[in-house]
């Protein structure tokens, strides 16, 4: 009996922790869809992209054309029936996922890292300026920010994805409608209990998913990644003074097609806080388990304030694939010093680059202050 009770109380603790800790909510077959709405109409004007699977389980869906869908539409079918309970259960589960801290109803203007963040009151909510979500080199980081009332985000307002941060892993609960400002950049996944809109040139990367409210689109891109994604990761962003730590540059491929050289990205110096190496034989990285890198693929090339990085002839990035390249990066003897890693493509030929902004990754670096 002492077995089966100890048993027991292990799986309930670890169910529990699970939901506390900020598990991924289970999408089911939503995971494929940009927009959708249980119950409301969806409409567009003007211009919009999207990536992705769009649809209504009950209502009219308009303005496709002019708006364009690389995806399936599904209105009133089964396969929208299907989707509507997925919506609803992810909804659901978002509900019971415990809370790790609380958040105010105003969400800008701060730097949140991973755990599920709870708002109390009933108020609505605003984003103005900037949201910096910090996966703090983790690229499993989870953000969860539960709102209690509607969410409007302002006029050219960004959340910002730092550190390894990725927006499949960021979620949104609003119990209440969605507005996104004019020309807004949001990421993540939203769950609303209310109509969702994207006011003129709103960009969302990620998904947009209301149990019971209408969608309404103006000229926006929706999932919108671009094919040349670059992420950054190291075993730690926090040195010690003249400690050298690997840092690793990922280009991942999300476009449908391999993309051949010329692919050509760059990343800044660190001076004078920190050094920069490279060894271009290199094959492995002492990060996440000593993992392999491909820089006997690439081309260096130093200039005076970035080193420029090409893909050589022969090689490609094939399609949902990824190539890597190390650095070593050493900390001078400067406690409190900090600076900021920048991976940017600007050129993928054979594959495409669309679009050609937002492909850039940040990983920002700083000395203990304890070491003098």
Excluded at 94 to 113: E, H, K
Excluded at 254 to 264: D, L, M, N, R
Aim: glycine share 10%.
């Amino acid at each position: 009996m002492k077995p089966i009770l100890l048993v027991l109380t292990l799986f309930i603790a670890f169910a529990f922790s699970r939901l506390s800790l900020g598990q991924v909510p289970n999408l089911g077959t939503a995971s494929n869809y940009a927009l959708f709405t249980v119950v409301g109409a969806f409409s567009n004007n003007g211009g919009t992209l999207v990536k992705g699977n769009i649809g209504t389980n009950s209502g009219a869906l308009t303005g496709f054309p002019p708006g364009e869908v690389m995806g399936e539409t599904h209105v009133a079918n089964a396969s929208s029936l299907q989707t509507a309970n997925d919506v609803t259960a992810a909804y659901a589960e978002l509900t019971a996922t415990g809370c790790t801290a609380p958040i105010s109803a105003s969400i800008g203007g701060q730097t949140l890292t991973a755990g599920v963040y709870c708002q109390s009151g009933s108020s609505a909510s605003d984003l103005t300026g900037v949201l910096t979500l910090d996966g703090q080199g983790n690229p499993n980081a989870v953000f969860i920010i539960k709102l209690t009332g509607a969410l409007s985000t302002a006029t050219g307002s960004s959340i910002v994805l730092i550190n390894g941060a990725s927006f499949e892993n960021v979620y949104f609960q609003v119990n209440g409608a969605v507005n996104l400002g004019i020309g807004s950049v949001f990421k993540g996944t939203i769950l609303a209990n209310g109509a969702i809109s994207l006011l003129t040139g709103a960009s969302l990367q990620g998904r947009a998913l209301s149990i019971a409210g209408e969608i309404n689109l103006d000229a926006n891109k929706v999932n919108v990644a671009p094919d040349l994604t670059p992420s950054i990761f190291s075993n730690g962003a926090t040195y010690n003074a003249n400690e050298q730590k690997d840092v690793v540059l990922v280009i991942y491929n999300i476009g449908p097609v391999a993309t051949t050289s010329p692919v050509t990205f760059e990343f800044n110096k660190l001076t004078p806080s920190f050094t920069t190496s490279i060894n271009s034989t290199a094959t492995t990285a002492t990060v996440t388990g000593n993992g392999s890198v491909d820089n006997t693929e690439w081309t260096f090339t130093e200039q005076a304030t970035r080193y420029v990085v090409t893909l050589k002839d022969g090689f490609s990035i094939s399609a949902g694939a990824n190539k890597k390249i190390v650095i070593q990066v050493t900390a001078t003897n400067t406690p409190n010093a900090a600076a900021t890693i920048t991976a940017r493509v600007f050129n993928g030929t054979g594959g495409g680059e669309t679009p050609t902004t937002n492909n850039s990754a940040v990983y920002r670096i700083s000395i203990n202050d304890s070491n003098n």
